[in-house]
């Protein structure tokens, strides 16, 4: 190997010439054209490598998404962190121009370290950085792609509502169009004063009554008797009235009793009106219960990112839990039944948008765990002087090797580590207990731990009713 191309490595600047000597027999050079590929996230060690000339791209896949980390070039390193911890690359690399690497095996690797001791340190430096960077790109782009979650999940929910105001609206709009035809119908025929007064009582009865709900059957049945009845008395159109009939409550006596009191010829003007009434009716109950949950939407958005309320308050923490599962209700509403085992909590002084992240975390861990399909329980209770929250679901559960009463402590702790995930490469980010371990310990004096078997897994929280202000 060229000492020459060597002592131009920032590396081994300080090298005597002796050390790159011995540097320069170790390893070997291997050269790659541009677009080859250099390493695949997660395949193991294979050695430590300089970029003696070209440059290379690295980038980490996330939740199927390849979030670029850094770019590699003349004079720079790699491997050598994954070197050091003994772990799969945490990254991708490729080839952006023709490359020319000198590589050590990792036996040459540790022989390098122990033959010029003051690379270490440099070495470290460059490791620590390198982790740091992979952390930092994880965790934006694992925000990203939460906050993307949220977003369209929020904008699913809110669309429904939205799509009836509007829907009922337009409908509502043709009636308010036939309503006073119909009105001046009604009053250019002959009807006294007191079949008008029956008309209206009778109106006002129907919109106010709180009718029973009829299974699909019933209800079809119910129809089918009041459009026959309505064709019977040459009723136009009788199978759309029917249903707001049948809604109403205005059953086949009613219609009978109408007949009674209203000159035939006026029967299907006083029909006809009183449909259309009683639809306009029913169209503003809609959008008044549309516009409600459009506002209740926006209200649990607003109380889960806590905007209007500085970061560390007095919270209630069932008012978090339930802000979180209407924030993640389109993932919760495709099979997933919600238990709900609260206890009487008092108000805790703590970061309320941060607790909220720790509980999408766990209950959208739990909803993967499950498939989208199970149940989930959440559990609330007071023990002294701290608050216990604890989220249970019916999913398969962590491995056998990690929750374990008799694995290894270090393997237990390591599912709270950085970047570990029992998920498939690109299936995790490996941030999600990493970052609610952080909130509860670190930011709220706490303290997480799990409970696991097949069909049962329970992450259980507790955090202090005080926090110091």
Known sequence: MNIEQLRQVPLFANLSEEQLQCVATLGTEVKREAGDQLANQGDPPDGFYIILEGQT???????????????????????????????????????????????????????????????????????????????????QQAKLMSLGTLSAGLAHELNNPASAVRRNVQTLETILQKLPILALKLHSSEMTQEQLTFLTELYQQLASAQTAVLDPLAQSEAEDT???????????????????????????????NIVDRIEPTCLSSTVTWLEATLTGTKLLEEIDLSSVRISELIKSMKDYSQMDQTPLQEIDIHEGI????????????????????????????????????????????????????????IRTLREQNDVIVEIQDTGSGIPDEIRSASADISLRSRV??????????????????DITRRIVAQRHH?????????????????LPIQQAR
């Open 57 to 139: 791209e690295w980038f980490r896949n996330v939740e199927g998404e390849d979030v670029s980390a850094v770019t590699l070039e003349t004079g720079d390193v790699f491997a050598e962190l994954i070197l050091l911890l003994d772990e799969p690359y945490p990254t991708s690399g490729r080839a952006l121009t023709a490359v020319d690497l000198y590589k050590l095996t990792p036996d040459e690797f540790w022989k390098m370290l122990e033959i010029c001791p003051g690379v270490m340190r440099s070495v470290l430096k460059i490791a620590a950085q390198r982790s740091q960077i992979h952390e930092t790109v994880t965790q």
């Open 226 to 256: 009041v459009s026959d009845w309505l064709e019977a008395h040459n009723i136009e159109n009788s199978w759309k009235l029917a249903p707001t009939f049948v809604a109403a409550g205005l059953t086949v006596d009613r219609l009978t």
């Open 322 to 377: 339930e802000s979180t599962l209407t924030i993640l209700k389109h993932k919760l509403k495709y099979g997933v039944a919600i238990e709900r085992e609260y206890g009487d909590l008092p108000k805790i002084y703590a970061y309320g948008r941060e607790l909220n992240q720790v509980w999408t975390n766990l209950i959208d861990n739990a909803v993967d765990a499950m498939n989208g399909k199970g149940e989930l329980t």
């Open 416 to 433: 709270f580590e950085p970047f570990f995930t029992t998920k498939g490469v690109g299936a995790g980010t490996g941030l999600g207990l």
């Open 446 to 462: 706490g303290d997480i731990s799990f409970d696991s078997k097949p069909g049962e897994t329970k992450f259980r929280i507790r």
